[in-house]
Structures are given as C-alpha cells and as structure tokens.
C-alpha cells in the first residue's frame, strides 16, 4: 500500500521569501514521486516528477523538490515566490507496478503582498 | 499538448436525478480516472480504467457507476444524486506504464445537487 502525508494544510507566505511545502510517503516497494499545482478553478498540472536518478528534481516555474529515500520525503521548494505562485500543491505518489497515483491532501500556498 | 477535456464546468442538478458526467482525451492514453476533490480531504479515486470495458473501483465507489466503450471516453455516472455528491470532479489520464508516466488533468466539473 502507498500513501502521501502534506504536512501542511496551509502555508503563508510574503512575496519573494523562500517556501518550502513538505510531502512524506510511505511504500514498501520503490516509488515515483510527483507535484501537481492547482490554481483556482482549475485542474491539476504536473510541476515536476521524480523517477529515478539525481535526488534533486528542477520542475516549471522555479519550483525544485528534493527526494530524500532514508527519510521517505520529497518536499517542494522555491527560494522566492511570486504573488502568482498562490495555489493548491498536490504531492502524488505511484509505487512501482502500480498505474494509480494517489494523492497528498494538498497545501494552500498563499503569498502575501 | 495533451488534452483532456470534461463536458462542463459547472453543473446543478437535483436530488434523484442521473447524472452523466463526460471526459474525453486526445493522447490515445489507456488509463483513464475519476477523482473526487473536497476541502480538507483532497483528491479520493472513484473509479478507474485501464483499457476499453476494463474498470476497477477506487476507494469511494458507493453511489458511481461509470462506463468506458471508447479508449478516448470515460463517463463517470451518479445513479441517483444526493447532496453529498456535491464535489468537484476531475478526470484525468496516463500512460499504462506501470509507475512512469505522470496523470494528465481536465478542468473539473463543479458538480451542486440541490
């Protein structure tokens, strides 16, 4: 069985400070890892993906994740965010052999003027 | 780009009615979803299909039915419609490669059972 903890339900934040938004998952078999953002009223986009490879994954809009095996975690960060980079972030995990993601309960990530 | 394409983005149905909800997609994808998002809960699996006629249940199936008779098509179908059902719905697809290849998503459909 797989599953994705967001830590954080929410996170606020004032324009140009670093974020970070934390996913922890748990597997008994090796997995890939994904963010999706969701801006409102809209539906998901990938933002960036681990499969294999390099620890430090570097997705759209400035957003990097960094997957950490030993202690089951991938979380999302950007060193400065924008006004724009308000939405919902999603962490989405698949364990190998498995078509269906399943998905974080998501972090609102609002940004302060 | 992949499309995946929901039939409306907002509906209002009643009580008891049957309600259809349509997603098609462009990039001959064999896995298709139906996801159930609420506040607070996130994204929870309906229903899922990985190839024409095949569908398996995901983890709230109660009260869904859903059909797939084109590899481009998944219907997602609310026998009797409640209150509870309210929700935003979104579809998605991907490749049947067994862990690589990411889910793309439609807009949602915003459904309200009045």
């Known amino acids: 069985a797989q599953s994705v903890t967001q830590l954080d339900s929410q996170v606020p934040v004032f324009e140009e400070a670093p974020v970070e938004l934390r996913c922890n998952y748990s597997?008994?078999?090796?997995?890939?890892l994904f963010w999706y953002v969701q801006y409102p009223n809209q539906g998901l986009q990938l933002l960036l993906k681990y499969l294999s490879g390099s620890t430090l994954v570097k997705g759209i809009n400035g957003f990097e994740a960094e997957f950490n095996k030993s202690q089951t975690s991938f979380h999302l960060r950007k060193p400065s965010v924008h006004i724009s980079d308000t939405a919902e972030y999603f962490c989405?995990?698949?364990?190998?052999?498995?078509?269906?993601?399943?998905f974080g309960r998501g972090t609102s990530l609002i940004v302060h003027p | 780009d992949v499309k995946v394409t929901q039939s409306s983005r907002y509906l209002v149905k009643r009580t008891g009615e049957k309600v259809f909800l349509e997603c098609v997609q462009d990039?001959?994808?064999?896995?298709m979803f139906w996801y159930r998002q609420d506040p607070g809960l996130g994204l929870r699996l309906i229903y899922f299909s990985y190839d024409v006629k095949m569908k398996e249940k995901g983890d709230i199936p109660e009260g869904y039915s859903v059909s797939r008779e084109k590899k481009e098509r998944f219907s997602l179908i609310l026998e009797s419609a409640s209150t509870n059902q309210t929700s935003m719905y979104l579809c998605?697809?991907?490749?049947?490669?067994?862990?690589?290849?990411?889910?793309?998503f439609g807009q949602g459909t915003r459904l309200t059972v009045v």
């Open positions: 990039m001959d994808h064999e896995n």
């Open positions: 998605a697809s991907s490749f049947r490669d067994r862990g690589l290849a990411e889910a793309f």
């Open positions: 989405a995990v698949k364990a190998g052999g498995s078509y269906i993601p399943t």
């Open positions: 597997s008994s078999v090796s997995v890939y």
